[in-house]
């Protein structure tokens, strides 16, 4: 069941050092595509990295919270084209998420890596160190590097019980 999935995937920041399936690198590439969309516009584009030295790399990408991907075997970086919708960070957004869960469906480990409005470690923008480490054209914005590999790792997923319930409404706040 979705709900299911959806309460045991959690961030995974560990992984061994095997390298992710070609099928299962076109499954998540997939999920990606095939994301809901406003418009059906589907204002983005996406990277798939492999190569340690580029991931190597992109681990500077933030300050604090990217580190990891040195360890990681595949990210996914999520573009988004703003020339072609006014919502291309919802939509790209919701790309992310799919990969994700997708990768939580493959019994794949993934962690969101933000990178829209955040700042690399050199002290640029990560948007630009991205955009420099994978010659991305300044047409495209990043909005995201999903790190994916085999997990390494194990978190609980979240117990029902423990939701924060108290946010949510009905009907009216």
């Avoid at 076109?26 to 990295?49: H, M, N």
């Avoid at 992310?96 to 493959?106: F, Q, R, T």
């Avoid at 955009?131 to 609980?156: C, F, Q, T």
């Amino acid at each position: 069941m979705l709900v299911d999935m959806l309460t045991s995937r959690r961030s995974i920041r560990s992984y061994k050092s095997i390298p992710v399936a070609e099928a299962s690198v076109k499954a998540l590439l997939t999920a990606g595509l095939a994301s809901a969309s406003s418009r059906a516009i589907r204002p983005w584009e996406l990277i798939a990295v492999d190569e340690p030295e580029l991931l190597d790399a992109l681990s500077r990408a933030k300050k604090h919270g990217s580190s990891f991907l040195s360890r990681a075997p595949l990210a996914l970086v999520v573009l988004g084209i703003p020339s072609e919708s006014d919502v291309w960070i919802e939509d790209t957004a919701i790309a992310s998420s799919n990969i994700l869960l997708a990768a939580h469906d493959l019994d794949l480990g993934a962690c969101w890596i933000q990178i829209r409005l955040r700042e690399a470690s050199d002290g640029r923008s990560s948007e630009s160190y991205v955009r420099s480490v994978l010659s991305i054209p300044d047409s495209r914005s990043v909005e995201s590097i999903i790190a994916v590999g085999y997990p390494d790792e194990s978190p609980e997923g979240y117990r029902t019980e423990d939701l924060r319930w108290d946010k949510v409404h009905r009907n009216r706040y």
